[in-house]
């Protein structure tokens, strides 16, 4: 709250020259801290390069290529191919992420040589004159040189949930934001050397192994690993034991019995999975900020949406105004355009009414209208919900106006708040004129107020409201609609979408303080008013101690704390730079209707993503097994790798990519590693004996020269025909290009069986007609297992 002059207005700081600018920038004092909305390429290079499993499989490559055939050695050339897609496919969500962060980049608004003009952040230098408004981050340290009612939230970075009210000479923390008024401040420190450019550049590091997916599967790579070397250890000694007489071809059963325990494209096309997300939803404008967030949209079940900018859009219109008491017409409203102009950053409300009473043509620079002038202003503030202004009239006498909720500024018993009911009911937001004989800076300036006039507001609806909410209840999803409006008013509007619930609105300063009691009265009501943005983030609190995932959708600066506070922060492009810094999402369209998109993208990414893992571990647990059965019978292990590889591309590497990025509409559960191992573990079992037995079968089947490689062809057969089996059960519910991806891979292996070349380079060739089809019924009786079992882990999944 300040006191304004003309002088004042004549003589504001002009800021740096653009000499000065020139040489700052010429001794390197600019804001140079990068923007990062993903990681860079060569991080994205040595991600997909460097991993564990790339340097098991590459030493085990290394070894084939020296022992040979090569044959046996495709399995490195697959990681190779996969390695290059998964960089590629990331390189193309980094471009879009970039491409739609400098979309999204806000700019903040620097004077020079007396003009304000909007720049880069990464163009501000040294001693920059910085202007402020409400909902602008303050994006580097410095010192306040105007301040006009300025109040910064600095609670991102002092956990201090009070705004601070600044003045001249005060400090400015980089990270802060303002919630009410103006001013500007001198940029002190830039760079790297500003308070929270460290932590901002932390914040901003690519995240994506912060999900409960990509945990998941850490996990289950941790106990593969643990597995994985004490088998292979077994497996080496037993394979050198049994081959003694041929070094080389114990080497290869050896790599064989290692290679599949490997499942390394599981962390690939979890990646590739998130990066066609982002280049998905990125064409629909929408930023996903941190990539889990893909995945923790489609986790929740309670979405939180502020009324305006949401079910609402940005702009409203007076659409009446009512005079009290005898108040006179035109006086009401040369004091409301005065208001209009006392306010340089008006929000939302203000703008109707300067669009409805705009300033006089005639106004003299400075002044609201000819013979106004404001001495004093009080910017609106979403805790108080009003604003304020004094004025010298033109007649010579001195007024104080208030404009807000007519409901804080009136006494409970007020007349007048049943007719501001009955337009609230239509849906309709009202604002009270009042006039008050106290100053603007006393704490009590809204008491005992002498109502003069009520503005009439309609908001516009946003067209594609009602079916985004209804598609939020189809898929079991609460909707909670907080604002900081009269709850009857939010409450017809939400009605007016069809928001079950709607008809019984709920005054947020009637809620219960205590955690507890809040969640309760939250779970069971629908629509909140009169909340204020500690509420806001209090009610998130209180939904999230009883088990819920809570996403929370905003525009304006109110919003923020409870965006931050909220497992997914959602903010429109329109909004405020403070609630675009600290949401996950941000939906730079302004469209409300593009959540239902990210929600399906995250369903689609945790659904296929758990089918492809149940794919990969049930080969990781038969390889396993396998060698473990192998070394206790003290046989040969029955695959080369050439076999495995044939298998694992047919049955688990092509089948997964399009698996991974089929549409997926299934909810998104949590525990996802017991669920998959719950799969996995069984089905790997039954494969692994299934194969085992006809291998045993067939050594006693077969005598003589060349009997290993039939024993082998048998074995492959059967683990072949189990793997289809186990892809026939994830693949489900079928579609037509489902049932012809497994056909698709079964007629693959029959193409290798019947062609001559191809026999000879995969060393398959079924010899005799008993065996091969013993082969068939083990796993046809092995798929009948698989079946009974599956049906009985689903039940206790489902219970």
């Not at 599981?266 to 893909?294: D, M, N």
């Not at 005992?448 to 209804?470: C, F, K, M, N, W």
């Amino acid at each position: 709250m300040t006191e304004r002059t003309d002088t004042e207005v004549v003589t504001r700081n002009p800021g740096l020259t653009s000499g000065e600018v020139a040489e700052r920038v010429a001794r390197g004092e600019v804001n140079d801290v990068p923007v990062r909305s993903s990681r860079s390429t060569t991080e994205i290079v040595r991600a997909n390069v460097f991993t564990r499993f790339n340097a098991i499989i590459g030493f085990l490559f290394l070894i084939i290529l020296v022992v040979g055939p090569i044959q046996d050695g495709l399995f490195g050339f697959v990681i190779v191919a996969n390695t290059a897609i998964g960089i590629i496919q990331e390189l193309r969500a980094k471009r879009t992420l970039d491409s739609l962060a400098v979309i999204g980049e806000a700019k903040p608004s620097v004077r020079r040589d007396g003009a304000s003009a909007e720049i880069h952040t990464s163009e501000i230098v040294l001693g920059d004159l910085i202007e402020l408004g409400p909902g602008d981050k303050v994006v580097v340290d410095g010192v306040i040189e105007e301040a006009d009612g300025l109040e910064i939230d600095e609670s991102l970075l002092t956990g201090e949930a009070d705004p601070v009210l600044k003045r001249a000479g005060d400090q400015a923390m980089s990270g802060s934001f303002v919630v009410a008024g103006g001013g500007a401040f001198t940029a002190t420190k830039v760079g790297r050397e500003a308070y929270a450019a460290q932590l901002a550049d932390e914040a901003s590091r690519f995240t994506l192994v912060n999900s409960e997916l990509r945990n998941g599967i850490s996990q289950i790579l941790k106990y593969v690993m643990w597995m994985m070397v004490p088998t292979a250890v077994g497996l080496i000694i037993s394979q050198f034991t049994v081959e003694s007489h041929d070094g080389r071809e114990a080497v290869r059963r050896t790599v064989g019995g290692i290679v599949p325990m490997v499942p390394e494209g599981l962390v690939l096309l979890t990646s590739v999975a998130f990066a066609i997300g982002v280049i998905r939803l990125g064409r629909k404008q929408c930023l996903v900020q941190e990539l889990p967030a893909i995945e923790g949209l489609a986790r929740v079940d309670i979405v939180c949406l502020d009324k305006t900018g949401t079910l609402t859009e940005g702009g409203m219109d007076v659409s009446d105004l009512r005079p009290l008491d005898g108040a006179d017409p035109d006086h009401v409203a040369r004091v409301l355009s005065a208001l209009g102009a006392s306010d340089p950053r008006p929000n939302a409300s203000l703008q109707a009414i300067i669009d409805a009473y705009p300033k006089p043509a005639d106004a003299v620079d400075g002044s609201p209208a000819p013979g106004w002038r404001c001495t004093e202003a009080l910017p609106f503030s979403s805790a108080r919900k009003y604003s304020g202004a004094a004025f010298n009239e033109p007649d010579g006498t001195s007024s104080t106006w208030l404009l807000g909720a007519p409901d804080v500024l009136l006494p409970a018993s007020h007349a007048s708040l049943a007719e501001i009911d009955q337009l609230n009911n239509e849906g309709l937001r009202v604002l009270l004129l009042a006039r008050t004989d106290r100053a603007l800076d006393d704490p009590r300036v809204a008491e005992s107020v002498t109502p003069y006039a009520l503005v009439v507001l309609e908001q516009r609806l946003r067209p594609d409201a009602g079916d985004t909410l209804r598609y939020f209840a189809e898929q079991n999803v609460q909707t909670k609609v907080i604002s900081g409006d009269n709850a009857v008013s939010v409450g017809a509007v939400a009605g007016k979408l069809g928001l079950p619930g709607a008809e019984e609105p709920v005054d947020a300063r009637q809620l219960p303080t205590d955690q507890g009691a809040m969640a309760r009265v939250l779970e069971n009501g629908t629509v909140f008013g009169r909340v204020t943005p500690q509420q806001k983030r209090d009610m998130v609190g209180a939904l999230q101690s009883r088990g819920h995932n809570v996403a929370m959708t905003g525009d304006g600066v109110n919003d923020v704390l409870a965006l931050k506070d909220a497992d997914i922060g959602v903010s429109m492009g329109s909004g405020s730079e403070a609630t675009r810094a600290v949401a996950q999402i941000v939906l730079l369209n302004n469209s409300f209707a593009t959540l239902p998109s990210v929600v399906a993208e995250g369903r689609r990414v945790i659904g296929n993503i758990t089918r492809v893992a149940t794919l990969f571990l049930t080969k990781t647990v038969y390889s396993v097994l396998l060698a473990v059965l192998v070394v206790c019978w003290q046989v040969p292990y029955p695959f080369l790798p050439r076999h495995l590889t044939l298998l694992s591309t047919l049955t688990i590497g092509v089948p997964a990519f399009f698996l991974a990025l089929a549409p997926n509409k299934e909810r998104a559960r949590p525990h996802f590693v017991r669920r998959v191992m719950r799969y996995s573990a069984p089905a790997g079992i039954i494969c692994g004996i299934a194969a085992m037995l006809t291998y045993l079968l067939a050594r006693h089947h077969y005598t003589g020269s060349g009997s290993l490689d039939a024993e082998t062809s048998a074995a492959t057969l059967t683990l072949f025909l189990m793997e289809v089996w186990v892809l026939a059960i994830v693949a489900r519910p079928y579609t037509w290009w489902r049932i012809g991806l497994v056909l698709a891979m079964g007629v693959g292996f029959v193409i290798v069986l019947v062609v001559p070349w191809l026999q000879d380079f995969f060393a398959l060739k079924l010899v005799g007609t008993q065996m091969p089809w013993t082969a068939v019924g083990i796993a046809v009786a092995g798929g009948v297992v698989l079946e009974f079992v599956w049906a009985w882990v689903r039940r206790r999944d489902a219970a």
